[in-house]
């Protein structure tokens, strides 16, 4: 297994900036950077509408199993997906080749500024996201057993 | 591959139920769903066919213990158990951190388990993730069935290895053990990570999580 992603509370802020200011600039409601096992990584805007974790799962598997339609007109992968809804959509671009991202807007914005936009987004959260794998390492969070407040971990009610 | 956040003050884990159609891996997830508080988890999304069958995956997510501060999120997947359908598990089984492998008891099953547990064996080998080396328990399930193996006899065959793993006598219908072999699971992948962290402790060295009461079968050090 591979070193633990650790994100630290300046990570956070700096991905925080980058997503803030795409969101502001693309009008977009939410945007949520996640790894392609389905992973939330980070997440920024208007979260109380809807389930994050599972937009992030269902959108990590629709990103995959596209995959194989891309190989078939002789592509590796699309590198972006549009999913056109009657008021709210979805757009994911891929950040780099262990992360994806998923931004969702409505009538404020269109889908031609959200993708100008999360072009140049993405190569920041790449870049960023790349000083985290090289810094590598443990999570640096420790902890024994009697640091966990319930057991059993999941109680049968 | 778990995630942690100190800003959002989160630890994220990815648990995958895994084992041959039919077996009995949605039932859990559904079990879990319904009887576990309202309050610690999301939505079960279940993305089958008409028939009921996994077509893609199902998902889970949990709220389980607070650790200093940190609130551990499992995000529960099952696979698609169906031979054809290998391309989506690989997928599920990306970042995975611990797995539950479902067998089926029936005699007749036990090719289906075998060759299932020789897939997940393949499929983790291609992200470069020993089945030696991630946490894992296996789940004897259907035990309520009359036409079964004996217990010995699937340890015999899916639990012979060097690194012999918990198991668990289940019926997911009824729901018995059901949690019992997720919440070990939970505290081998929670040990595991423990260990992970590289700052040096000026408390004692720790000891083992607390496991819960004796609900296990066949236990073995893992």
């Known amino acids: ?157 | 591959m778990s995630i942690i956040n100190y800003a959002s003050r989160e630890i994220q884990f990815k648990i995958v139920y895994y084992g041959p159609a039919l077996c009995g891996k949605t039932t859990n997830l559904g079990y879990i769903h319904q009887r576990i508080n309202p309050e610690n988890r999301g939505d079960l999304v279940s993305l089958a066919t008409a028939a009921d069958r996994t077509l893609f995956f199902d998902f889970l997510p949990l709220n389980a213990v607070v650790i200093k501060g940190f609130v551990t999120k499992f995000q529960l997947y099952t696979v698609p158990g169906q031979v054809i359908y290998n391309a989506t598990r690989q997928l599920v089984l990306r970042s995975v951190d611990g797995m539950i492998f479902v067998a089926d008891s029936q005699w007749e099953k036990m090719e289906e388990n075998v060759e299932s547990f020789k897939n997940l064996e393949d499929n983790l080998a291609k992200q470069n993730i020993s089945i030696d080396e991630i946490p894992y328990v296996l789940q004897y399930n259907k035990r309520d069935l009359e036409n079964i193996a004996p217990v010995n006899y699937l340890e015999y065959v899916l639990n012979n290895r060097k690194r012999r793993v918990q198991s668990f006598e289940v019926i997911s219908s009824t729901g018995q053990n059901v949690f019992a072999s997720l919440n070990a699971v939970s505290q081998i992948l929670l040990h595991k990570f423990s260990k992970q962290s590289d700052v040096p402790k000026t408390a004692p060295a720790p000891v083992a999580i607390p496991v819960e009461p004796p609900i296990a079968q066949k236990s073995a050090a893992v």
């Open chain 1, 1 to 157: 297994m591979n070193a633990i992603p650790c994100l630290t509370i300046e990570d956070v802020a700096n991905l925080d900036g980058v997503l803030g200011n795409f969101l502001t600039k693309a009008e977009a409601e939410l945007t949520v950077v996640i790894d392609r096992g389905g992973n939330v990584i980070s997440q920024f805007g208007d979260m109380t509408v809807m389930d994050v974790t599972i937009i992030a799962a269902l959108a990590a598997g629709s990103f995959a199993a596209t995959k194989e339609l891309a190989r078939r007109i002789g592509e590796v992968e699309f590198n972006a997906l549009y999913h056109q809804g009657n008021g709210n959509h979805i757009f994911m671009n891929s950040v780099d080749d262990d992360t994806i991202m998923i931004t969702v807007f409505g009538r404020r914005t269109t889908v031609g500024l959200v993708r100008f936009y999360s072009a140049s987004t993405a190569q920041s959260v790449a870049a960023l996201l790349k000083a985290l794998q090289n810094a590598g390492g443990g999570h640096g969070f420790s902890f024994d057993a009697s640091d966990i407040t319930a057991t059993p971990v999941f109680a049968d009610q």
